[in-house]
């Protein structure tokens, strides 16, 4: 805990500290009359609420990991599972892994997979266009493009054609920004 927050923390007790003088620090055997058991139930009730608060935050804290260590794994499971699928592994054993692993009904783990399998088809889609993109832009010749990607021309042409109106129509709504 950092100096300044134990500090914050422990502040009542050091008040009540500087107020109460024991035997032997001043030579006498009795508390400062200042301090009565009233005003140390008081510190203490106190004390004890700050305790219970502090519990609790720490509980809260410990929770929020812990459900994200669980989402990252989650995460993971079906990114593997998604691999596995494609790599040619049959759908009803990964679902069947998914099931176990994730503790969903089949049906479930079904729609989890199809999601995955869409979110990594658009992102590996989108990575092939970034290169058909800047093969472009080093010059290279649709039919160049066509043969490296597998692709006909007049499909690299429409990539080609659809990046630059978007990025069109982001560079004309900056500039029409007041």
């Known amino acids: 805990m950092p100096k300044r ?52 935050r720490a509980t809260a804290i410990e929770t929020r990991k812990a459900g994200e260590q669980e989402t990252g794994r989650r995460a993971r499971i079906i990114r593997a599972a998604a691999l596995r699928a494609a790599r040619g592994v049959p759908d009803s054993e990964i679902i ?29 889609k989108a990575q092939r266009d970034r290169q058909i993109l ?21 499909h690299i042409s429409r990539i080609v054609a659809a990046r630059l109106h978007y990025r069109a129509a982001e560079n004309a709504a900056d500039f029409l920004k007041p």
């Open 5 to 56: 927050k134990l500090r914050q923390a422990l502040t009542p007790m050091l008040v009540f500290n500087e107020q109460t003088i024991f035997a032997g620090e001043r030579g006498e055997n009795e508390p400062r009359a200042s301090v009565t058991p009233d005003d140390m139930r008081e510190l203490a009730a106190r004390l004890e609420g700050e305790a219970m608060q502090l519990r609790n």
């Open 96 to 124: 069947a892994q998914l099931c176990r692993a994730l503790d969903v009904p089949p049906g479930d783990a079904a729609v989890v997979l199809a999601d995955e399998r869409t979110r990594s088809r658009a992102a590996a």
């Open 134 to 154: 800047i093969h472009a832009w080093k010059g290279k010749t649709n039919a160049q493009l066509a043969l490296r990607f597998k692709l006909s021309e007049k």
